[in-house]
């Protein structure tokens, strides 16, 4: 199994309250995600890392902020949570782009009340 | 938009039957297609991965692309109970985006 550890594997929290998920991967890939799965959905990309402090936006990437200050953590922040972002949250990695799958973590259960 | 689509299911088969399962994507620049599976509860598992049109056999497993008409699909041979599950089409289409479709649940009747 690939090395991905999330923390914490369940949280629930309260509206307006500040929340980070943390992935650390011991694989060493370069490239690492952040999706959320919700039911009839799929898995919806909310940011993405390249790199060391290289990040970019996914599809739903409004109400959520990440980091990456070392290549083995990506952080997912949601500055003021909200019920609509109660979903489970996953963290994928890859070593490329191109023909490479990605690889998932266990999850995060996040509910906001 | 760029899209994936798969049957929401369930789709129930008897155990020792071939279970097919099907994905149609809207991009036509899609270069990799990924079939993952998911047990209830749990995170996204690969179990397939095909690049070039036709098929590609893995164990029980085969993957058949076709580009031109835009479906990926699975075949499952000799089903088994711990099969079920929920399978995940994924579609690189370019740069970091992969899309995954919502998926498919398969049901394996012992």
């Known amino acids: 199994d690939a090395g991905i550890t999330q923390s914490p594997r369940h949280k629930v929290t309260e509206t307006g309250t500040p929340v980070t998920l943390r992935c650390h991967q011991t694989e060493n890939h370069r490239y690492m995600y952040w999706y959320r799965q919700d039911p009839g959905h799929g898995l919806r990309l909310i940011h993405y890392s390249y790199g060391v402090k290289d990040t970019d936006k996914g599809e739903v990437s409004d109400g959520y902020s990440v980091s990456r200050s070392k290549t083995e953590d990506f952080l997912l922040t949601l500055e003021s949570a909200t019920s609509s972002q109660t979903s489970v949250y996953f963290c994928?990695?890859?070593?490329?782009?191109?023909?490479?799958?990605?690889?998932f973590g266990d999850g995060t259960r996040l509910s906001i009340l | 938009q760029k899209e994936v689509e798969q049957n929401s299911g369930p789709l129930s088969v008897p155990e020792g039957a071939i279970a097919s399962l099907n994905c149609t994507y809207s991009?036509?620049?899609?270069?990799?297609f990924f079939w993952y599976r998911q047990y209830s509860g749990k995170s996204p598992e690969l179990i397939m991965f095909?690049?070039?049109?036709g098929d590609k056999e893995d164990g029980r497993f085969t993957a058949q692309l076709n580009k031109a008409s835009q479906y990926v699909s699975l075949l499952i041979r000799d089903s088994q109970p711990s099969d079920s599950a929920t399978y995940l089409c994924a579609v690189h289409t370019g740069g970091f985006k992969t899309i995954f479709g919502a998926g498919t649940r398969l049901f394996v009747k012992a």
């Open positions: 095909i690049y070039s049109n």
């Open positions: 994928a990695i890859s070593p490329g782009v191109s023909n490479q799958p990605q690889h």
């Open positions: 991009d036509r620049g899609s270069q990799s």
